[in-house]
């Protein structure tokens, strides 16, 4: 977990809303926390074990198991490049290499300046417009290569 600089008062309203020593809020408790900071810090979290009594690794493993939770903070646009078969076959590696070289991240990375978050993801279950990628959760189909540039920046 990266350790960054949160505000221990908005940890700490999340974690009064469980009760104290009750690890069975565990899950619960880290979405509220990844849903307030984008991401789950390591001094939340750390704050979280104290508060339900849970030891710390437990709190990584379910951060690190479910998807819905990143330990790393995120860029304000998240950009994610389905890469399912249907995409794959008509070209979603071009549109990933295109933006690794637009962003200058890999896959799964987030620029410096936390603009930008490059995740590739599996079938989305819009094969029809493929290869779809979606920005902050909007779905962009039919992409061409050569487009991302604009399209990452606000242009259609
Ligand atoms: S494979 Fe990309 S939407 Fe289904």
């Given at each position: ?97 295109e ?45 061409q290569p050569g487009t991302m540039s604009k ?6």
């Amino acid at each position: 977990m990266t350790k960054t600089c949160v505000d221990p008062k908005k940890a700490r309203k999340i974690l009064d809303r469980y009760p104290s020593g009750d690890g069975t809020s565990l899950i619960h408790a880290l979405q509220d926390i990844q849903a307030e900071f984008g991401y789950v810090p390591c001094e939340a979290a750390e704050l979280l074990c104290e508060h339900l009594s849970v030891p710390i690794s437990k709190a990584f493993s379910a951060a690190t198991f479910y998807k819905a939770f990143s330990l790393e903070p995120k860029g304000d646009v998240v950009i994610r490049v389905c890469t399912g078969t249907a995409c794959h076959i008509r070209g979603a590696q071009t549109l990933v290499d295109e933006l690794c070289s637009i962003l200058n991240v890999a896959p799964g990375k987030t620029t410096k300046d936390l603009k930008f978050t490059l995740e590739t993801v599996n079938c989305v279950g819009a094969c029809a417009m493929a290869p779809v990628v979606s920005l902050n959760g909007e779905y962009h189909g039919n992409v061409q290569p050569g487009t991302m540039s604009k399209k990452i920046r606000g242009g259609k």
